[in-house]
């Protein structure tokens, strides 16, 4: 409001001088105006009287601040460029019409007069005491308004924008923060009531989500230890056991039920960091996995270098590739690594030679427990949440991750981490 009030009276006082300063023209032209009449009114006069009177008469029709004298017309004075004494000499010939008056603007003693014809014999001269204020518009002065009142406008509206929009931005930033950090800071409450109130209620919502994510971590913490304790007496009772194929049936049974509630424990865990960020060699950290699938026998190979460190969780950021690159070794004979460095994010670039996916099975692999084999075996399938673990590692870290089709065939996941 502020801002509007004063950039209101600041355009009306520019207004108001805009105004007085044409006035000021409009003034000027009318005493121009005024003074061209005098000086017909005048020379109409000393037309009128003998050439020894005319001499005695103009010295003592002087005005407030021009007078007259005579000249010869034979003299010859030099001319003056003046626009207002060229219109004012119009003027007079406007005013004497039907008879013919001759004139120029002449300079008498360096300084600028008019000359106007009386007969064949006598011109008269109009001397003036100061110089004659401008009737031209200032067109430089008229510039600068413009763009003052121009560059007023654009300031008050931007700043009027900038501090509507700058809440929204402190949103948008946080929302984006949020879905990196959970535990970022809550929104300082401060600025219009408006401001506050939605600070207050996007802190609420973030109190809340914190506590619910809480809350589910620890529900299927407490149901992962629950349940690993009665699984971990089955193993033992089936170990007393003698070795039959319904034991050896009953005992894989019970692996894979630890594994899915070791697998469920750890996608939910992975949508927050629990260790701190430190600077990793992404080189390092992508050759040691290469290697891993080298030593298995498994086409591995790895492209480019990334030089400077990452910040990152470490074991974090290894589940992630882990996780990308077991997938791909899963449905492929062989896997290309490209590490690319831009200057505000490195791309890891997984690119496998298998049997490819739908276009409308890029983005939905993604979802928990869903899996693009259909078989449900997990020996071929997994359990459909590795990709949906490392999305959710890729978004704790700031980055993202997403999969496109590969030339001539395949898939290429790509993996974007701020550096």
Known sequence: MAILVLTIVGIQVLSFGGVGALRGLDARVLRNEVIAADLAYVRE??????????????????RGTYGFELL?????????????????????QHISRPQAVKGEAVLLRGAQALRLSLDSSDDMLVSFDEVLASTQPPWLGVLLYVVLVTTLVSLTAWQAVRMATRPLDNFTQ???????????PPLPVQGPTEVENAALAFNTMHGEIRRQ??????????????????????????ARQEPTEQTTLIEADVDAMAALIQEGLDYARSQQLRENKVPVNLNHLVQNIVDQATDLGQDCQ????????VPAAPRALERLLQNVVDNALRYASQVRIELQEGTEAVEVRVQDNGPGLPDELLEKV????????SSRNRETGGTGLGLAIA???????????????AVPGGLVVHIWLPI
Request: aromatic content about 4%; hydrophobic content about 40%.
């Open 72 to 92: 010869p017309t034979t003299e010859v004075l030099p001319e003056a460029n003046n626009a207002d004494l060229n219109r004012m000499l119009a003027g007079v």
């Open 302 to 309: 790895l492209a480019g270098q990334c030089k400077r460190s």
């Open 174 to 184: 946080a929302a984006h923060q949020l879905t990196r950090d959970i535990d970022m």
């Open 45 to 62: 006069r000393l037309q009128e009287l003998s050439p020894t009177e005319r001499r005695a008469r103009a010295s003592q029709m002087r």
């Open 213 to 238: 994510l809480d809350e589910r971590s620890q529900l299927l913490a407490a149901i992962s230890h629950d349940l690993k304790t009665p699984l971990t007496r089955l193993k033992l009772r089936l």
């Open 391 to 405: 999305r959710n590692l890729a978004r704790a870290h700031g980055g993202r991750i997403w999969l496109e089709h």
């Open 366 to 373: 993604f979802e928990p427990y869903f899996r693009a084999e």
